[in-house]
């Protein structure tokens, strides 16, 4: 056989028509043309043509005169294996290697093109994946979705998932056949991964931590089962990727969900509560009401009120123990209490034990609420119970201020806690004033508090006396103090005017 046609050989390795003789074909070829009497090509040790093709393992050893070839190069590891040549120079071998190499970058193209084909099909599996759980927001039915695509994919006879908050407390949420591990596999599986032929359990790293591992078990084969290839266990991790995303996408769109509904629920418990304010203060002959109350947060634990009792009038105002929703609700039982326990007259100091002892019972040990309440008669008397409240302060006509100190524990305290009334009189030009130790505990950029003495100066001061003008003078003082920032706590503020016959 001439020199060309080991080149046409090389030339069809190239080609798309190479054939799965092609080996044996290019080693005949250099038998021939260096007249030996039997080749052999290997690579690595491993034959991947004989000719004749009767020249088997046993014969080869059993016969002498065989010349080893290496080619080196970039076709390192091939390896010819002539018997008794009778020629055999560089032009054979050179074409030889030439014929090699050629079909070596055949068979990668083929690999590369198989790889690049295999690649886009785990994409599309995995877009696929991502289109079928979309808007699935139960764990448990996307874990189940999940495993059903896992068990497709790879033919697994197990597969699982499982989460929790650490490996102890993990449960399957998707589930496929019997678990293939166990409680100390899932430890270190949660912390490691664990990898063998018949498992693989790979953990679910998110952002925060990891939230699961995904365990595969068990592939399917003609025979039984076989071991995890590289490709197995690569798509696997590839899947693993998947189910965090889809798991944090749940978890995340649950929790956005669930703080909608907060912030809704919030908003309306805002809105119930600016209803509990009175929306009109009663028109009592002789008394002009003005109010602002400003919450730290959504719901407010101060309230404050203004009814009528008979020809007189009771004002309170109420300031619970912490923020927030607890506190408010608090504030509106208290609120909701005064008004059904008011009744046929009842003495302010009684009233204040029986509230107190409707809180003791309805509260926890830690909660309390601060309460002042005044009833206002017609004729200017005054009668006041002050429970751990700020001093109620009344600003009299001449610019004078005196103060209604606490008498008595905060309600819910201490359910046998004692009240005492204090009388007094609420004379025309004179303002009482009922506020929260919002306004008072307001600090400046210092951290100097407002202070109960800052009030009373700002209303001893005011020029033109009214309940109108003291709430706005003191309102704005507060703002002047704080330099514009927020306040920290709720901030109540009620005041009365006596006007003048």
């Given at each position: 056989?001439?020199?060309?046609?080991?080149?046409?050989?090389?030339?069809?390795?190239?080609?798309?028509?190479?054939?799965?003789?092609?080996?044996?074909?290019?080693?005949?070829?250099?038998?021939?043309?260096?007249?030996?009497?039997?080749?052999?090509?290997?690579?690595?040790?491993?034959?991947?043509?004989?000719?004749?093709?009767?020249?088997?393992?046993?014969?080869?050893?059993?016969?002498?005169?065989?010349?080893?070839?290496?080619?080196?190069?970039?076709?390192?590891?091939?390896?010819?294996?002539?018997?008794?040549?009778?020629?055999?120079?560089?032009?054979?071998?050179?074409?030889?290697?030439?014929?090699?190499?050629?079909?070596?970058?055949?068979?990668?193209?083929?690999?590369?093109?198989?790889?690049?084909?295999?690649?886009?099909?785990?994409?599309?599996?995995?877009?696929?994946?991502?289109?079928?759980?979309?808007?699935?927001?139960?764990?448990?039915?996307?874990?189940?979705?999940?495993?059903?695509?896992?068990?497709?994919?790879?033919?697994?006879?197990?597969?699982?998932?499982?989460?929790?908050?650490?490996?102890?407390?993990?449960?399957?949420?998707?589930?496929?056949?019997?678990?293939?591990?166990?409680?100390?596999?899932?430890?270190?599986?949660?912390?490691?991964?664990?990898?063998?032929?018949?498992?693989?359990?790979?953990?679910?790293?998110?952002?925060?931590?990891?939230?699961?591992?995904?365990?595969?078990?068990?592939?399917?084969?003609?025979?039984?089962?076989?071991?995890?290839?590289?490709?197995?266990?690569?798509?696997?991790?590839?899947?693993?990727?998947?189910?965090?995303?889809?798991?944090?996408?749940?978890?995340?769109?649950?929790?956005?969900?669930?703080?909608?509904?907060?912030?809704?629920?919030?908003?309306?418990?805002?809105?119930?509560?600016?209803?509990?304010?009175?929306?009109?203060?009663?028109?009592?002959?002789?008394?002009?009401?003005?109010?602002?109350?400003?919450?730290?947060?959504?719901?407010?634990?101060?309230?404050?009120?203004?009814?009528?009792?008979?020809?007189?009038?009771?004002?309170?105002?109420?300031?619970?123990?912490?923020?927030?929703?607890?506190?408010?609700?608090?504030?509106?039982?208290?609120?909701?209490?005064?008004?059904?326990?008011?009744?046929?007259?009842?003495?302010?100091?009684?009233?204040?034990?029986?509230?107190?002892?409707?809180?003791?019972?309805?509260?926890?040990?830690?909660?309390?609420?601060?309460?002042?309440?005044?009833?206002?008669?017609?004729?200017?008397?005054?009668?006041?119970?002050?429970?751990?409240?700020?001093?109620?302060?009344?600003?009299?006509?001449?610019?004078?201020?005196?103060?209604?100190?606490?008498?008595?524990?905060?309600?819910?305290?201490?359910?046998?806690?004692?009240?005492?009334?204090?009388?007094?009189?609420?004379?025309?030009?004179?303002?009482?004033?009922?506020?929260?130790?919002?306004?008072?505990?307001?600090?400046?950029p210092d951290e100097e508090e407002f202070g109960v003495e800052r009030v009373a100066e700002v209303v001893s001061k005011l020029e033109c006396p009214s309940a109108a003008a003291a709430c706005k003078e003191l309102l704005g003082?507060?703002?002047?103090?704080?330099?514009?920032?927020?306040?920290?706590?709720?901030?109540?503020?009620?005041?009365?005017?006596?006007?003048?016959?």
């Open positions: 056989m001439p020199l060309s046609e080991l080149l046409r050989l090389a030339d069809t390795a190239l080609s798309s028509h190479q054939g799965p003789q092609f080996a044996e074909d290019l080693l005949r070829a250099v038998v021939e043309e260096t007249g030996s009497r039997a080749g052999i090509l290997r690579r690595d040790d491993d034959d991947i043509a004989r000719w004749p093709r009767t020249v088997s393992r046993q014969v080869e050893e059993a016969t002498e005169g065989w010349t080893a070839v290496p080619f080196g190069g970039n076709i390192s590891g091939w390896s010819l294996h002539l018997l008794k040549p009778e020629r055999l120079d560089e032009s054979v071998l050179s074409a030889t290697r030439l014929g090699l190499r050629a079909w070596q970058l055949r068979e990668e193209l083929k690999r590369t093109r198989f790889d690049e084909r295999f690649h886009l099909w785990e994409l599309e599996a995995i877009r696929a994946i991502a289109g079928s759980i979309g808007g699935i927001l139960e764990p448990e039915r996307v874990a189940e979705e999940l495993i059903s695509h896992l068990v497709a994919l790879l033919g697994v006879r197990s597969a699982h998932i499982y989460l929790g908050d650490d490996a102890a407390t993990a449960t399957s949420v998707g589930a496929f056949g019997a678990p293939a591990i166990d409680d100390d596999d899932l430890t270190e599986a949660w912390d490691h991964g664990v990898y063998s032929e018949e498992v693989a359990a790979i953990p679910l790293v998110a952002e925060n931590g990891t939230l699961g591992v995904l365990v595969a078990a068990h592939k399917e084969a003609r025979a039984g089962t076989e071991p995890f290839a590289a490709n197995d266990i690569r798509l696997l991790e590839l899947f693993a990727v998947q189910v965090t995303v889809a798991m944090e996408s749940v978890r995340l769109t649950l929790e956005s969900l669930e703080r909608e509904r907060l912030r809704n629920e919030l908003e309306m418990a805002a809105v119930i509560q600016t209803h509990l304010y009175p929306q009109v203060f009663p028109d009592v002959e002789g008394y002009r009401l003005v109010a602002k109350a400003t919450p730290s947060r959504h719901v407010a634990g101060d309230t404050y009120d203004a009814f009528e009792d008979g020809d007189a009038l009771i004002t309170t105002i109420t300031d619970v123990s912490g923020k927030g929703v607890g506190a408010g609700m608090i504030a509106s039982g208290v609120h909701a209490a005064v008004r059904l326990m008011a009744v046929n007259g009842v003495g302010l100091a009684d009233l204040a034990e029986r509230v107190n002892r409707y809180l003791s019972g309805a509260t926890e040990d830690n909660r309390f609420a601060t309460f002042a309440m005044v009833r206002l008669e017609p004729d200017g008397r005054l009668v006041a119970v002050n429970a751990g409240h700020c001093p109620i302060l009344i600003r009299r006509s001449d610019g004078s201020i005196d103060e209604i100190s606490s008498s008595g524990f905060p309600l819910g305290m201490m359910p046998i806690a004692r009240y005492s009334e204090h009388e007094t009189r609420l004379d025309p030009g004179d303002l009482l004033l009922l506020y929260t130790d919002g306004l008072t505990e307001a600090e400046d003082a507060v703002e002047e103090h704080t330099c514009g920032q927020p306040l920290h706590d709720d901030a109540t503020l009620l005041v009365v005017e006596r006007l003048a016959d």
